[in-house]
């Protein structure tokens, strides 16, 4: 496994990282978990993503408990959440200074964690002043809850913005964007965020490289593995929106490419996507031991 820096921090980050969404809590338990992770581990995976919303807080339990009884010294591992979605209460979501104090404490408590290493705003919030977004980022910093803070699905003006209000203030600005990153989804990480590279020294932890398993070429038109994602019902509406005849089109066009090379399309798509300069971490999804075990394929 290799190692970047996130960003421009001295944060050292795998380049292959693990995501708890969709799995932790709706596919996997804890025992589950733990062998998943360890898994993850063995390969040389060392960043580890969540979020509070995932499986509803489900997600950062299951992980931390595995964690703790897997016995893992904590400054091994690198782990992040993000914060937007936390409950159906008018201040129990966005990016105010009240959810994200009480969010991030809901997170660690869950997570039963002194602190993470990264902590992300899960998505702009227009309801919200960035400068108090951006002065509660720095106070949870400033406590300990956190090392370092985050964008998620933010648009390059936005993280601009937040950068100007950091500088103003003499605070600290996002260091990482999480974006959705993949062969089918290119333009903001190529294009949009070209400026933000050399100005902020922003790196990325980007999700979805497979398109949500779309890339591995397991679906066709009327096939939904019963094990896969796309088989749950609660992402039933996401699978009409991608298995669609122009994407599975192109995912037959590059399958040929992939037997060439010798490499499977999920290798293939994850290798191309961590080849980029500028993406610190390619976040992956994983449901069986053996997955992770293919990571030394990808470099």
Not at 117 to 132: F, K, L, M, Q
Not at 187 to 210: D, M, Q, R
Not at 259 to 275: F, K, N, R
Request: with cysteine.
């Amino acid at each position: 496994m290799q190692y970047k820096n996130l960003g421009r921090s001295g944060l050292r980050v795998s380049q292959l990282s693990y995501g708890a969404w969709v799995t932790f809590g709706n596919q996997l338990d804890v025992k589950e978990a733990k062998a998943l992770l360890q898994a993850c581990r063995d390969a040389g995976v060392n960043f580890f993503d969540n979020a509070e919303v995932y499986a509803n807080g489900r997600a950062e339990e299951i992980m931390g408990q595995a964690i703790r009884d897997l016995g893992w010294r904590r400054s091994d591992v690198v782990i992040s959440t993000k914060l937007f979605w936390g409950g159906q209460g008018p201040n129990d979501k966005g990016l105010s200074r009240k959810h994200i104090v009480e969010g991030l404490k809901g997170s660690l408590k869950r997570l039963d964690m002194d602190y993470v290493d990264v902590v992300y705003c899960h998505r702009p919030d227009a309801s919200t002043p960035i400068e108090e977004t951006v002065r509660a980022m720095n106070w949870v910093i400033d406590q300990g809850w956190a090392f370092y803070w985050g964008t998620s699905e933010w648009s390059a003006q936005q993280i601009t913005e937040a950068w100007a209000v950091a500088n103003r203030l003499d605070l600290v600005g996002p260091i990482v964007e999480q974006p959705e990153y993949n062969l089918f989804s290119r333009h903001k990480v190529e294009s949009e965020f070209l400026p933000l590279y050399s100005t902020y020294g922003i790196g990325l932890t980007t999700w979805s490289p497979l398109a949500s398993g779309v890339l591995t070429g397991k679906y066709g038109k009327g096939n939904i593995p019963a094990d896969s994602r796309f088989a749950l019902d609660n992402y039933k509406n996401l699978a009409n929106r991608s298995l669609v005849d122009e994407t599975l089109r192109k995912v037959n066009g590059l399958k040929p490419i992939a037997a060439e090379l010798g490499v499977s399309l999920a290798q293939l798509s994850i290798a191309w996507c961590a080849s980029n300069p500028n993406v610190s971490s390619v976040i992956t999804g994983a449901t069986k031991e053996s997955q992770p075990k293919r990571t030394e394929s990808y470099r």
